[in-house]
């Protein structure tokens, strides 16, 4: 190999190496104040990899339960990291707002009971 | 249901029906320097479908905060199929995206009160049931009437339902109390609790546009002057929007009260980096990484990446042209 081959070869090496180093270096951004705060609260952040595993598992999560896949990247991207990680511990249990009619079997038969009574305030017009 | 159950059920009913017939009116108790009827008519209404109060709710107070909302979207936003419902938090997610300010505001009636006085319908979570059979639902208050002693919201499929002061409160403390506004960028609630507000902000800052941002803060900063979150967030707001002396001067300021401000060094780095002065930028970046070695480990991973990205270069001639005064 000739000195004019050899440094070709250099050059093409170190450019390919700061090209790697690059996509890290692209991740870099200032610091937004959601940081900040927690900082402050708790003095830990998630890590980088326990912030993905979080987010991956309500990913998966939301698609067993039917959310589109067109949508489950943006709706995981919008909450904070201490929603995501709610999310993904209690998706199942916490309070979803929806249709009444949606409560059937006993459970009709009980709250019917205690709306003619007065108790509770769901049908409208029973 | 044996005979048995059914006698019990018939003596509860009793009991229950001479329990609330006699109850004195809530509302004048609860509130009773609010005496006045107040019932926001202009608030829009969107009929719910299916299992889609959450939607129908959002888009209630997104649109009465100026954005034109529309269910559908915003069902592909927070709707749980299998759970036939939308969840709390991704309602607050999906009012970021929409460049809103999710505020849970505190839960009385006072400030759900003050709110309406303000002129901004409320998103509450009712349970209509039980609590160990909940029967969980959306609704916006959009008016209180004392002498009635009930509350109007839009609800489901009604644009203007009338529910009892006592039988609302039930529901919405069976829900937590938990009742959500929709904030523009620059107003502040009501009644405001500083630390909740300015995280609510910063969690929505990603989603609004800089001017809006800048608003929000500026609000902050006008009503708790010098709070070191808000001239932070208002800094990182005018670095966004390109204004990079503006934000080396606010980041400047920061540090000036705020010496061991790893973050605010950070990107301070960021802005200097980004008008040429790479040899300052290296040395506020060194000089984050060293504070945040000891008092906040968690940003040394950030600081070690801007560190990385800073070229290895000297200062650009106009680096040494005086800095902007710090704002002390």
């Known amino acids: ?126 | 249901m044996g005979a048995g159950l059914r006698a019990a059920t018939a003596m509860a009913a009793v009991l229950l029906l001479t329990a609330c017939a006699s109850q004195p009116p809530v509302l004048l108790q609860l509130t009773p320097e609010a005496t006045a009827a107040v019932e926001l008519t202009e608030v829009a209404f969107f009929p719910q479908t299916d299992f889609q109060c959450g939607p129908a709710a959002l888009a209630t107070v997104l649109h009465s905060a100026g954005v034109a909302a529309d269910p559908d979207v915003l069902a592909d936003q927070v709707y749980v199929p299998a759970r036939q419902g939308s969840l709390q938090v991704e309602l607050q997610a999906a009012t970021r995206r929409a460049a809103r300010i999710p505020y849970i505001i505190d839960s009385s009636l006072a400030a759900l009160r003050a709110e309406l006085d303000a002129g901004r319908p409320v998103l509450v979570l009712q349970n209509l049931g039980l609590g160990i059979l909940p029967a969980w639902h959306y609704a916006v208050v959009i008016g209180i009437q004392p002498g009635e002693d009930r509350v109007i919201l839009r609800s489901g499929t009604e644009r203007r339902r009338f529910t009892p002061a006592r039988a609302f409160l039930r529901s919405w403390r069976l829900g937590g109390s938990w009742a959500m506004v929709a904030l523009r960028p620059g107003e502040l609630p009501a009644v405001v609790d500083r630390a909740r507000y300015l995280q609510a902000v910063a969690q929505a800052e990603r989603y609004l546009p800089a001017d809006a941002r800048r608003d929000a803060y500026q609000a902050a900063l006008t009503r708790w002057p010098g709070n070191p979150v808000a001239q932070f967030g208002l800094a990182y707001a005018l670095q966004v929007a390109g204004d990079q002396h503006g934000a080396e001067a606010a980041y400047r300021a920061l540090i000036g009260q705020y010496p061991r401000h790893a973050a605010a060094y950070n990107n301070l780095a960021e802005v200097l980096s980004a008008r040429g002065c790479h040899a300052q930028a290296r040395s506020a970046a060194t000089q984050a990484l060293e504070i945040a070695g000891g008092d906040y480990p968690g940003l040394v991973d950030v600081i070690k990446r801007t560190l990385q990205k800073v070229p290895l270069q000297g200062d650009e001639p106009r680096c040494t042209q005086a800095l902007p005064a710090n704002r002390h």
């Open chain 1, 1 to 126: 190999m000739n000195g004019r081959l050899k440094e070709i070869v250099v050059a093409l090496l170190i450019v390919s190496m700061s090209l790697v180093g690059l996509p890290a270096a692209g991740l870099a951004a200032p610091i937004g104040t959601d940081t900040v705060l927690q900082q402050e609260q708790r003095g830990e952040l998630l890590s980088r990899v326990q912030e993905q595993l979080a987010r991956d598992d309500l990913r998966a999560q939301f698609l067993a339960r039917g959310v589109s896949p067109g949508e489950v990247d943006a709706r995981v991207a919008a909450l904070s990291s201490e929603e995501l990680q709610m999310l993904s511990l209690k998706l199942d249990e916490l309070p979803a707002g929806g249709d009444l009619l949606a409560v059937i079997g006993v459970v009709f038969v009980v709250l019917l009971i205690l709306e003619l009574v007065g108790v509770t305030n769901i049908f409208t017009k029973i």
